[in-house]
DNA sequence: TGATAATATACCAGATATGACATATTATCG
DNA sequence: CGATAATATGTCATATCTGGTATATTATCA
């Protein structure tokens, strides 16, 4: 629908299908990136509440700090594995990541 | 804890690590792969509550049999992110999914 | 039992994700 | 304002994932 929002993600990587719906995002896609933000802004908040800058948490993570910083922006180079895997490390729990995605 | 587990997983292609746990799981490790289990019975059950076989579900997917298999075996050359997508292309919600992940 | 459908396993070439690094941009504070 | 810490962006070699194919194993049923 929204062409903007279109070019936005397309410019950011993420590649749009238009199978079933020429422009915009399908269902599938749009609830797939939902979700992956969710993710990405509970790992920011996770951060900022621990009080750890992004290098620090790279380190913990044996991750990069540019890395991160595409994690909490939910950057199209990110999986949700790698988010998933990241919250976990941080301390979340099944149930809190459900709660964040639900 | 159980070197069998451990093995087992190995020879399934998981790497162990074993920084903190020199056998068995981490935790984040071991709460990992119960979140992908967890989604590939999921997908499993859904396929056959539409009893579609797996090479029918690969092409609704644009996947292949072998891969449908391996995703509702929980292998490990499977990632969450596949296994998430199949599932939403399956018409689960961010809902359903959060409630067999939590 | 044998035939056939369904599922599982093994492998590979191409695609995608990852950490690392460099550099740019944006806070924060004197 | 300048200095410095924090975050963001671009790129790339390597690692991991993916669909495809072939083949093996396991149901299902006559």
Redesign the interface.
């Known amino acids: 629908m929204d062409k903007n929002k279109k070019r936005q993600l397309e410019s950011k990587g993420y590649r749009v299908g238009d199978t079933k719906d020429f422009l915009g995002l399908s ?2 896609q749009s ?2 990136i ?2 992956k933000l969710a993710l990405s802004q509970a790992l920011a908040r996770k951060r900022k509440q621990r009080r750890l800058t992004q290098l620090e948490l790279a380190r913990k993570l044996n991750s990069s700090q540019s890395r991160i910083a595409k994690m909490e922006k939910g950057d199209p180079t990110v ?3 790698l988010l ?2 990241a919250l ?2 941080m301390g979340a ?3 809190s ?3 964040t ?2």
């Open positions: 269902q599938e609830t797939y939902e979700m999986s949700v594995d998933v895997k976990l490390a729990t099944k149930k990541i459900a709660k995605i639900g």
